[in-house]
């Protein structure tokens, strides 16, 4: 069964640009959830989707957005990047119903 | 208010019991979970309790919820170098679909 897929991986962005990350949640699961890890904030809750609508979002600016397709992958956008948005982003997978929730690897972004 | 508290760091030699604590504050978890972070890569779930039961064991792992308290704690036995790496306790928050994570505790094994 394949696990939480994340692309890209690794990328590098221009303060100001914008980017978008994607998730592809294992097979079955209807939830991904979005989380940013940085040194200094730790892991912080971005948003979470089930079944293409957003159940509930973090303490972010409005430069953070999501959405999710009909066939449950995810992606989310950072418009106007700032340095501070430089982290590590992880997709997390769910059926939506509690217990089990696997993360991805994860996409590092890098803003100079 | 929503709150995950671990000590930094441990340290531990090869064959030793480690254990890592955790304290949250909202009343209304439904699961906890314990991850795992090596470097460079994504959260591996090592485990998760249900807010109503008091123990868990899986293989070297037994996870203690004293629900009274508010604490969490993950026993790994027989601890090996490959356990080192960052072990981040999660709760769930009921109807949100959302987990507040603590700041993570680095495990160094010595050999």
């Known amino acids: 069964k394949a696990g939480v897929t994340q692309t890209p991986r690794y990328l590098i962005k221009t303060r100001g640009q914008q980017v978008t990350l994607s998730c592809s949640p294992i097979?079955?699961?209807?939830?991904v959830s979005w989380y940013q890890q940085t040194p200094g904030q730790g892991l912080q809750f971005l948003f979470e989707?089930?079944?293409?609508?957003?159940?509930n979002k973090g303490n972010f600016p409005g430069r953070f957005s999501g959405r999710q397709f009909s066939n449950s992958r995810s992606e989310m956008n950072v418009s106007t990047l700032e340095l501070g948005d430089s982290a590590l982003y992880l997709c997390a997978s769910s059926t939506g119903s509690g217990n089990t929730i696997y993360f991805g690897e994860g996409s590092w972004l890098t803003v100079v | 208010g929503e709150d995950v508290e671990q000590s930094l760091f441990l340290s531990v030699r090869e064959g030793d019991s480690s254990v890592i604590n955790c304290t949250y504050t909202?009343?209304?978890?439904?699961?906890l979970y314990w991850y795992k972070q090596e470097p460079g890569a994504g959260l591996q779930l090592l485990t998760y309790?249900?807010?109503?039961?008091d123990m868990k064991q899986d293989q070297r792992l037994t996870v203690l919820l004293n629900k009274k308290d508010k604490h969490l704690s993950l026993r790994i036995a027989d601890t090996q170098t490959g356990d080192s790496a960052i072990y981040f306790c999660a709760e769930s928050i009921e109807n949100t679909g959302k987990l507040i994570f603590g700041q993570g505790t680095t495990l160094q094994v010595k050999p």
């Open positions: 097979s079955g699961h209807r939830s």
């Open positions: 909202d009343s209304s978890s439904t699961y």
């Open positions: 309790i249900f807010s109503n039961m």
């Open positions: 989707y089930f079944s293409e609508t957003q159940r």
